[in-house]
Every structure is written in structure tokens, then in C-alpha cells.
């Protein structure tokens, strides 16, 4: 298989067979594994026609490259990138109104991963990243996304201003996160019907570029001596006020 990648963690490779995105060439055990989730991956391999192997756990140090693993790592295809319109389609399928997560210049594994996964267990649909200074969609960022990587549609794009103007031209609001005092508090922000939701890296925030393509933007208010949060935690607070509003509607 050609640009095979590396896969690794319990709940990633998990995530990775029951969702069969991904086209899994074999899974590697450390030896002596025991527990439910370890029995649950050898099954779903066998289930398939999965080649399993049994190797010491500095074998699978080396062919991961981390010692945290967790035992278990799977030789895979990558994610492959589905575009904008097929996203907002998913959506209309559903008959949903579009709810996408858009990432500017998150290098950090850890922040995309934990985005990821809030997008997937927020409802969203989709996931834009732009082609360049953003953290690879690799065993790092699957695995920090729980195998929630494994249930949403990513989208690369070589722009994310264009994405953003065509998202715009469907109808879909775009409101970017924002650390200044004159932006809206995003309590005061209608996320109702079809929205994206931009969030920038911690250090530099939302570029001006993407920023100046949006519909408008909001703050989160900050109590603490503290003035800044985790990016994964402005993206989570951000995607469940749309859900809460959307839950609001949906009660009336």
C-alpha cells in the first residue's frame, strides 16, 4: 500500500476499524495485552480479513515512534480530504442546517486533535484546515481526537478565504474567535441556522486575512487574572453555544 501511515492508541485504532474509513492493512499488539478494548480490536480486525501481529513493545516504540502507543498501532491509508461542497451536502442530506469547524494556524497535535473531537460530539459536520501552518492529520492528532477523526469529514483547503466566501455564498454564517474587548460577547451572537466557526492558535489568534473574509466574530468573556484560553477550549465552548441555541430553537 502506497503512503501507508502509522495509527496509534487504543480508542484511535478502535475508532479506525469500527468506522472502516480508512483502509487498514494490519494491526501490531505489544505482547500480553489484556482488557475489553484489546479483545474488541481483535475482533473487529478478524471481522475484516486483518492481519494481526504480535510483537515486544520496544518493536512497537520503534515502528510508532512514541512509547505511547498503548500497545497498539495500526498500519493504515491516511484520511483523505473530501471538499467543501460535499460537506454542506452531508449536511442537506440530513436536513441540517451546516455546522463547520474552521482551523487557522493550529500546529499543536494535541489542539487539533481535542477540536476535532468536540466537533464530532458537538454535531458538526465537517472540519476545514488550511493546506499549511496547521499540525499534520496524523497518529498524533487521530489519537488525541479519541477516533473522532475517524467519524468526520475533513476538508484541506489551499484557501481558507475562498472557503470561507463560498461558504458565505451558501448561505452559511462564519463568525471567527476573537481575544479583543470590542468584539461581541458570543452569547449575543445568533448561531442559529447554517454556521462555521473559526478558531486560530493561542499565540497569533485568527489571521487577518481569514479573519477579514468572515461575517462578523465574537469574544468569550474572561473572569480570571488569566486573559487567554486553550485553543481547544475556546473551540469547545464555541461549538456547544451553537448547539445550546440550536437545542433552544428546537424546544420552542
Not at 489484556?34 to 504480535?54: V, Y
Not at 464555541?238 to 433552544?248: G, L
Request: hydrophobic residues 40%; proline residues 3%.
Amino acid at each position: 500500500m502506497k503512503n501507508n501511515t502509522c495509527l496509534f492508541g487504543r480508542r484511535a485504532v478502535l475508532e479506525a476499524l469500527l468506522a472502516g474509513k480508512r483502509n487498514i492493512e494490519k494491526i501490531v499488539l505489544a505482547r500480553g495485552l489484556k482488557g475489553e478494548t484489546f479483545r474488541e480490536i481483535i475482533a473487529e480486525a478478524e471481522k475484516k480479513g486483518i492481519r494481526i501481529e504480535e510483537l515486544e513493545r520496544k518493536r512497537l516504540n520503534s515502528i510508532s515512534g512514541t512509547e505511547f502507543h498503548q500497545g497498539v498501532v495500526a498500519v493504515s491509508s491516511p484520511i483523505e480530504s473530501e471538499d467543501v461542497a460535499t460537506i454542506l451536502w452531508k449536511a442537506y442530506e440530513k436536513g441540517e442546517d451546516p455546522f463547520i469547524l474552521i482551523v487557522d494556524g493550529i500546529t499543536d497535535p494535541q489542539n487539533l486533535g481535542a477540536l476535532i473531537r468536540s466537533a464530532e460530539v458537538a454535531g458538526a459536520h465537517g472540519v476545514i484546515l488550511p493546506e499549511e501552518s496547521v499540525a499534520p492529520l496524523d497518529r498524533a492528532t487521530a489519537k488525541a481526537s479519541a477516533g473522532a477523526v475517524e467519524y468526520i469529514s475533513v476538508c484541506t483547503s489551499g484557501n481558507l478565504g475562498q472557503a470561507i466566501l463560498h461558504l458565505k455564498d451558501q448561505g452559511v454564517k462564519v463568525y471567527s474567535a476573537l481575544l479583543s474587548v470590542t468584539a461581541p460577547l458570543i452569547y449575543d451572537i445568533d448561531m442559529t441556522g447554517g454556521i462555521a466557526i473559526v478558531v486560530g492558535a493561542e499565540d497569533k489568534g485568527v489571521s487577518n486575512r481569514v479573519q477579514n473574509k468572515c461575517s462578523g466574530s465574537f469574544r468569550i468573556p474572561m473572569k480570571g487574572k488569566v486573559k487567554s484560553l486553550n485553543a481547544s477550549a475556546a473551540g469547545a465552548i464555541a461549538m456547544f453555544e451553537v448547539v445550546r441555541q440550536r437545542h433552544s430553537i428546537g424546544r420552542r
